[in-house]
């Protein structure tokens, strides 16, 4: 799994097997993409899909971009999700999405050797979705854009070898932050962001969090109301809280905006 890029100006997740690339996401430029993928010599000649969260432009604002490069290339998303994309693509963009498989929620789908189980998330989207990955016996995890974390949700994140979940702001950075009072009270909804205190709640929960991936990625931070620091800070004091039996033996990492991670081998 290589994340290209998280956060509110784009998105873009790369999971691959020896049969398979598959992009989570598509909100980062063409040229942006291809100069993250060369960061770690990924030269992509050929992608087998394309899955799509939601339909906000952080998540589908490459795809048109994107799929003139990788024309062969399908795209997976909801119908509620493609009606909305077309609706805001420029026409002549939208032409370009003419590979489409519908999916939703609740039912399980194969790109190549990768199983994909797509689950409902709360989230100011027409439908968006958070996705479970599985392939060579191991399954990953990609869950950003939620406001609060339903028991579906923790169901689906169980049993992960590697989870990617958003860790978007600090309650009070964004309370005394710049944005607009509408705003901040859209973020901190029931289907706005997740903050620091909520996913600190889940991670220092037993029951909730079974602390079994060996791979835990903060992603979606906020640069206005959020920094790596206070998130990595916030979460590893929850996962110091958790007990003896049920610790976290992983590694923790954060996910950055402005440039890819290493590639995380599962």
């Known amino acids: 799994m290589s994340i290209l890029a998280s956060g509110s100006s784009g998105n873009c997740t790369l999971l691959e097997t020896s049969r398979t690339r598959l992009l989570v996401d598509a909100g980062l430029g063409k040229r942006e993409t291809l100069r993250r993928l060369a960061a770690f010599e990924q030269q992509i000649d050929h992608l087998d899909g ?30 509620a999700t493609h009606a909305e994309t077309l609706r805001l693509l420029p026409e002549g963009h939208a032409k370009r999405l003419e590979r489409v498989e519908f999916i939703q929620a609740g039912q399980s789908f194969v790109v190549g050797d990768i199983e994909v189980a797509p689950f409902s998330i709360p989230h100011d989207a027409v439908d968006p979705i958070g996705f479970a990955f599985r392939a060579c016996g191991v399954k990953m995890c990609v869950v950003t854009d939620l406001g609060y974390m339903p028991e579906l949700v923790k169901h689906h ?110």
């Open 157 to 266: 994140l169980r049993d992960a070898d590697g989870m990617v979940l958003e860790s978007n702001h600090d309650v009070e950075m964004l309370k005394v932050g710049p944005y607009p009072w509408h705003v901040k009270q859209r973020v901190m909804s029931r289907t706005g962001h997740l903050s620091n205190d909520t996913v600190s709640q889940f991670l220092a929960d037993p029951e909730g969090f079974d602390a079994r991936p060996r791979y835990l990625v903060l992603a979606h931070l906020s640069e206005n109301n959020n920094n790596p620091d206070v998130a990595r800070i916030s979460a590893e004091e929850a996962l110091n809280r958790r007990p003896g039996e049920r610790a976290f033996a992983g590694e923790l990492l954060v996910a950055s905006q402005h440039r890819p991670l290493p590639p995380i081998q599962l």
């Open 50 to 79: 394309i899955v799509i969260s939601h339909e906000h432009s952080d998540h589908i604002g490459g795809l048109a971009a994107l799929l003139g490069k990788w024309r062969s290339t399908t795209v997976y998303l909801t119908p």
